[in-house]
DNA sequence: CAACTCATGTAAGCTGTTACATGATTCG
DNA sequence: CGAATCATGTAACAGCTTACATGAGTTG
């Protein structure tokens, strides 16, 4: 099952975000960020649909200065329902990767493309990785878990490449050579 | 930048998938599938689309016995189109992660559920190793590094989580504690 | 004989994003 | 003084999936 974007608001407010814009902030900036997202088009429909079901409740605050807001709160039925939501058999994680694509094409590519290609996903997967160790402030030990784990993985997953990229530009060598045989077959 | 049906079939096209079902079977079941998704309601228009760029050509193969099928051919152009596209700088590999969604609520749940949730996300990443390692007749470099990076990371991770997930019980108990303090003080 | 494979294609629908409208305030 | 922040909301659009139409042949 997927979560939509109602789960997702259910979620984001049980964790402390009471009103759309600190929801968004949540899915852009905050704690969300790196394995869900959500924008404004699809989080206020889904917070007047979750209070037309009873699963919030919302109560103007008037500010000075600034813009009024409405603070949703999760109800009982509400948290009934994200913990619903969330013992149902989730869908397998969906990665969408335009660097794997691009790299099973690796055989196409000239030497310095294939480089610079190889040298912005291990940069992307070791910045992610500190971006992760410099987050502070983490309350949830879920949280807490999930960001050791992406650091980890993500470090461990740029190292890997490193470890592996000389096999790739040995492999593509062997490739091409067995494709556009030697013209003088008298030599290896 | 996003990898769109068009360059999608192009690729799949240049790896020698050549007719729209075919190229269903490559994102469904074959080297796309663990990292891009398309089905026929994209392929067929883009495979149309692209034709009339003159970025493929199209002949028609009738068959004894089974339909008709249009064999499509990438042309010089179509293949110039492709390694621009992939030349581009992509986007960063987007995760839609329900499993972590899920876990970011792990303080919520009964210890039988989140055990059952980290069962499911161990057994998921050492599955996927495990299918990786058994794909074989792998002909390109690309695919062949993938497939090891893919398997090697996914064991990895299903390592970090069997190796940490007593430290995420313990974060969770001491949360707890901390949340809803003990009746009686004198004790500890 | 039901169900699946081969094979192309379209229409409807779902889900989500982008961009805009509105408007005060604060920051550089 | 322009740009960003706070704050809600909608309309238009994009992109993709699902389901269907069609139909012969094969597999269990």
Redesign the pocket.
């Known amino acids: 099952m ?1 979560l ?2 109602k789960t997702l608001c259910l979620g984001a407010l049980d964790a402390g975000f009471n ?4 929801i968004r ?1 949540a899915f852009e900036n905050g704690p969300f960020q790196h394995y869900q ?6 989080i ?2 889904a ?2 649909a979750l209070l037309a079901e009873g699963l919030v409740t919302c109560r103007p605050h008037s ?8 603070v949703y709160t999760i109800t009982e039925a509400g948290r009934s329902a994200l913990r619903a939501a969330l013992l149902q058999p989730l869908e397998f994680d969906r990665l969408r990767s335009g660097f794997m694509f691009a790299l099973s094409f690796a055989h196409r590519m000239a030497p310095g493309e294939l480089s610079r290609l190889l040298d912005d996903y291990i940069r992307g997967h070791y910045d992610l990785a500190d971006e992760l160790a410099r987050i502070d402030g983490v309350t949830t030990p879920g949280d807490r878990f999930l960001i050791r784990m992406g650091a980890d993985v993500c470090r461990a997953w740029g190292r890997w490449i490193e470890e592996n990229r000389a096999a790739l530009e040995h492999d593509i060598q062997a490739y091409r050579t067995a494709r556009v045989p030697l013209r003088d077959g008298t030599h290896g």
Chains 1, 2 share one sequence.
């Open positions: 997927p939509d974007s009103t759309g814009y600190d902030k997202s959500l924008s404004y088009g699809s206020y429909p917070l007047n500010q000075d200065g600034r813009p009024d807001k409405k």
